[in-house]
């Protein structure tokens, strides 16, 4: 074997060895390659398939607690303005065992419109009694209301003295004005609904803030006592029951 017949075969076993080790490289190289591609994919179908929708939920979920305090805020506000509507009843004892006066008062910030007014009779058992009250406007002579109030506002001196008068109703409603002039605030009120009641057709169906309407009933039995429900609505169009006894339960819903 010649020198040159050596380097030839030792060139090509070389360029041989070569050959078969590229497609190794570059095996490898496509493999990495590969690997990167399905990490990209499975990264891609994390991002889209577990953190965008879990992170819109998220958000969701933020958005949606934010109502809902906005709205708790909103009905707290709501149902302080509604149970600021209050029904009521007292005993006029200056008319007789009889009679009653019911109230309805308005000391919320708005206007309240009254829808509707039931006014029932109780036994003493706290069992309902069917025509046990009705309404009694203007069923006692006006000189006698008037008559009955001064005596309440200023009993004595001045009860026969209005019992035998032949005023008109302005003489008796300045002599009232002058004697519940000294008394204290709240049993001055109290007289002033009672003779406001009695003379009352109606009941007044709108209320601005701050004030109220009254309304004389009577018993058919003294051992009754009155149960108020009212219907009514507040500016905001919501509407409302309550009773004289319980707290106000919206009826729109």
Known sequence: MTALAFVGRTTAQGASDFVDQLPLWLQETQA???VATTLGVLIALYVAVVREP???GEERQRHQAQIDALRRVHWKRVAAQARKVVPSCART???GDLWWTVRIDNTSNAVTTI???EVEAIDANGIEVPDGCRQA????PVGQAFDRSVQAAQPGSLAGGFQQSTFDEMTFAG???RQSGRLPPALKQALRDALVGHFAVEWQRTLPPNQHTVMAYTTTKSDYSLRVTIEYEDHAGYQWRRTDSCQPKRVDT
């Open 93 to 95: 004892p200056m008319f």
């Open 137 to 140: 406007n203007n069923t006692m």
């Open 54 to 56: 879990r992170k819109a």
């Open 115 to 117: 829808l509707a007014v």
């Open 32 to 34: 990495i390659s590969a």
């Open 175 to 177: 002599a009232w004005q």
